[in-house]
């Protein structure tokens, strides 16, 4: 497995942007797809965005238009560029990494950011 290793959370009033970075411990080049996802407190994990080797993204509806995913193959970052951020947005977020081999499926999780908007 990946070490995934994420930062950029913070408390910030609505509105306003934050940038998370996940770091990872080796190429990220060959994974299947990498992802976002957040936890609110009594709420379960959600997958917020993801991007596969190619490009391709995938946003949940309520952050469309208003987060962005990218990556650096070679640094081994994947970002999510977050703006006119809402109190609804407050989670912890992760880092996840999904790589198939062969039949079976090897996921990779950081260990979260807080992320808390509030006025």
């Known amino acids: 497995q990946v070490q995934l290793v994420e930062s950029g959370g913070g408390l910030v009033q609505p509105g306003e942007s934050l940038r998370l970075s996940c770091a990872a411990s080796r190429s990220i080049f060959s994974f299947n797809a990498l992802a976002w996802y957040r936890q609110a407190p009594g709420k379960e994990r959600e997958l917020v965005a993801r991007?596969?080797?190619?490009?391709?993204?995938h946003y949940r509806e309520s952050v469309k238009g208003r987060f962005t995913i990218s990556k650096d193959n070679s640094k081994n970052m994947v970002y999510l560029q977050m703006s006119s951020l809402k109190p609804g947005d407050t989670a912890v977020y992760y880092c996840?990494?999904?790589?198939?081999?062969?039949?079976?499926?090897?996921?990779?999780w950081g260990q979260g950011t807080q992320v808390t908007v509030s006025s």
């Open positions: 996840n990494a999904d790589r198939i081999l062969g039949t079976s499926l090897e996921t990779s």
């Open positions: 991007i596969t080797p190619d490009g391709t993204t």
